[in-house]
């Protein structure tokens, strides 16, 4: 099951690869977002939805860091701040040493040039009035290349997502299956040669056989390429098995982040592991014997004090109210190595019961 | 789940074959669904016949729209030499739906381009960067909403006062708040789906972004809702001449000559509702066109 994409370094050195592998690709430090809520007579703010709190992770050169969460807990919400399709109200993005939009730094159009993303809904992220091909070879038309170089960069590109571009380049969006639309947005999201990819919930909308082939194109295409996946998904089977790394994240905070193999192995944040006992498993023997979570999660607009989860946490104390759990290494087991396992938790005994064995 | 096993088809097929033909446009395959409609064929056709012969009038008949007599009043239709029959002062029907048509067309295509210019603009401007210029653009329309439109109209040529110029500044001042809502409607759905979000990503600026993917997917609509306001210009401009706002006599105009032909109803009714059929049909037949149109622009509905 566990076939996270490992793969030889091949392609020859980047010139855009100015930090060397040792440097991560994206450093994310302290972002945050809230939402001004509205109302009233006279269209005052009279909320504020906290729909990403402090949130800090980095991605390494050609790993894929997956995020994982449940509907609302600000995973779109990220990977729209990192793209600045929605301005961030603090925080820092680094991308490969360079601060983003700052001075000193680059521009954040220069970032879009390296960092592309593939959105979840294969249909409206295409638009309807341009063929398959107008589409791809948009955005490098934009950027100055000429009318016929970007349409032959679009038929290459749409063969790389294995689509025949003789069949497929002169057709427009509805007339293509939903596999078949992603794929192009893929194709899309590579027109500008990117370094890296945000795959918001790109496979989500797909049936499962569709989702498998396309789950193994965007495999191919990363070792062509030597790319960089930021993959988000609610799909913790997808995530286990595309991921190098996975970040868990709850109500606009990260509670737990380590490598793959870690965190589905060893979930040490009572968060975590209750996701895992919502994963339906096909195994009779490996049935989870955690509690499930009763009741949705608290409304980001005015989320609990202190830890988030602590309203629906089994373990929770005084001090969850009271302070915000920093994201540590755990308080058993694992040691901070090269790729540290982080939990975001103030009780060793939550952090130690181990209800479920997920192998 | 397997592992991965899917082969990548040779990309080498796009650069081995000779390269795909240029794609035909979108308006290119519009033009071909148009041409497959019966029915925008026919009324566009019937269109087209109403332009020549108002256009043309002088081809299309001798007379003189001004000259009547008293002794060629109020014949019926079919009458020699004046086959649609006389007027209550003698002058030629025919030449007079003519001759009329000039000024009832103009009155009822300029209003709608200019308001489709300024209300279009206004639209997508309120739509696309919404916010408080947005608000402020669409509370201002509301204003106008308030009113009937051809209570509207006649408060504003009431002040103007009468004559075909002020009729049709009158009624592109009607016409604007109407496109621009629907422009501001269409302008913010299409503002919020993924493509243009997905165009901004990729570093296209936010007029690149107006033109190829807002405008590209917004104008259809508009303009067919535009096509659509014909019909009803139509009517108002001749309800403007009718009660005396608009045109005034002895310059011919549809909705004029229905009025003054309207005390001849008992005695020539057929002739006296030569004009209002006219209006009926060109207003019926712009309705069909906007239809048509709208079916051929949908690129969802026809393969």
Known sequence: MSAAISLPVTAPADPRDRGGPAQPMLLVEDLRKHFPVRGGLLNRQIATVQAVDDVSFSVRKGETLGIVGESGCGKSTTARLLMRLVEPDAGSITFDGDAVGGPGGITVNDMRRQMQMVFQDSYSSLNPRMTVAESIAYAPRMHGLAAQQAYDRAETLLGQVGLNPHTYARRYPHELSGGQRQRVNI???????????????????????VEAQVLNLLGDLKARFNLTYLFISHDLNVVEYISDRVLVMYLGRVVETGPVESIYSRPRHPYTRALFASKPTLDPDRRTTEMPLTGD??????PPSGCRFRTRCAFAKAICAEKVPPLEAPLYGEGIGDSPHLVACHLPEAQAAMGMHHA | MSEATYDLPNHRIAAADQPA???????KSVGQRLIRDPVTMFVTFVLLGILFITIGAPLVTNGDPFSGGILTRLKPIGTPGHWLGTDETGRDLWTRICYGGRMSLLAAIVPVSVALVIGGFLGVVAGF?????????????????????ILLAIAICGILGNGLRNAILALSIVFIPPLVRVSETVTAQARQLDFVEAARASGTTTMQIIRHHVLANVLGPILVYATSLISVSIIISAGLSFLGLGVTPPQPEWGLMLNSLRQAIYVQPYVAALPGLMIFLTSMCFNLMSDGFR??????LNK
């Open chain 1, 187 to 209: 194709a899309r999201a590579l027109a500008l040669e990117p370094r890296m990819v945000i795959l918001d919930e790109a496979v989500a909308a797909l049936d499962k056989s």
């Open chain 2, 21 to 27: 033909a240029p794609t035909p446009g979108y308006w």
């Open chain 2, 295 to 300: 079916s051929a622009m949908d690129v969802r």
């Open chain 2, 129 to 149: 960067v919404g916010g408080k210029l947005g608000n402020l653009i669409m509370r201002v329309m509301d204003v106008f909403y308030a009113f009937p439109s």
């Open chain 1, 297 to 302: 999660p608290p409304n980001p607009i005015n």
